[in-house]
């Protein structure tokens, strides 16, 4: 009977004939190698470069190091949704499936819903450190060397709500009920993508024009972000959780988790965003414009563009009052201090 080594040779030189490889040849490398340190798997000296402030005001730092904090959690769900959609499967470049179950799993879904809120939990709880955590002067003049870059471009924010719901809930308020009955064709998708709803945040009130924010960012993710969209319109989050019998879907821990993913990603981060943009932003009475020109006053509170993920597992009243249980919850809290 074979040991417990000499079992993992087999299944080590098992691995790599199957990829046409000497197992011994690794081996040799593995016996000459160095030990991996720390510091190298994170790639922390390489991490630690990352920051460019273009002022010497010191507070800059906090502020490219908290966005870089924000893109990496962004990933982190964006990471989860991946896995969602594919049912945990993952097949490597040699075709081999690593994957679990054809079908999804709800708890596996529900685990997944649990880790991506967890990370905008962590998100929502430390914007104190942009709200609080910057001296305000320091701010209101280094922000203007910033321009016309704005939080409006993260492209990994638009891919987590692309990869939660169906386009047709993303489309601007004004225009969602006319593609009610439009096809998740390549043709509807395109027409759909045209009223995305973000597109408004980054247009002049005034004249309608689309702002070099805007210009920038759909000249390097336009394509990219419809492609997506394209990708997901089957599998997105929404549409794994309708292909679970009706059972799975009616659990009140899955359901309870989808609406927490809802609130989570367009009510409770945007409006930590709002409250945010509006202690820097709003002096004495005067709006300060925003960098790139996005219109935050009427871009971010959700009441306004009224974005839900997963309509159909809320009420009527609570989709008509969307985000104002958020703010009754701060008056309160404002009175308390």
Known sequence: MRNESEERLAKLEEKYASMGQDMNAYLDGLLISNYLPYWEYVNLDTLLTLQKPRTDFPDEQIF????QITELYF??????MEQIAH???NVLPNGNDLGWNDSLDPAFLLERLQRINRYFDALTQSYGVMETGMDKEQFLRFRMALLPASGFQSAQYRKIEICATPLRNLVHRDHRDSFAATADDD????????????????TEIGTGKKTLTLHQFEQKYGAELLNLAKDYRAKNI??????????DRQRPEL??????LDANVNINWPLQHYRTAARYLLRDKDEVAATGGTNWQQYLPPRFMKRIFFPDLWTPQEKDEWGRSWLIAQLNEARKE
């Open 87 to 89: 049912n945990g499967r």
């Open 187 to 202: 043709k509807g998708m395109d027409a759909m993508f045209q009223h995305i709803y973000w597109k408004a945040g980054a």
């Open 238 to 247: 929404w549409a794994r959780y309708a292909s679970l019998p009706e059972t």
């Open 255 to 260: 359901v309870s988790q989808m609406r927490l």
């Open 75 to 80: 990933r982190l769900a964006l990471h989860e």
């Open 64 to 67: 490219i190091m908290y966005h």
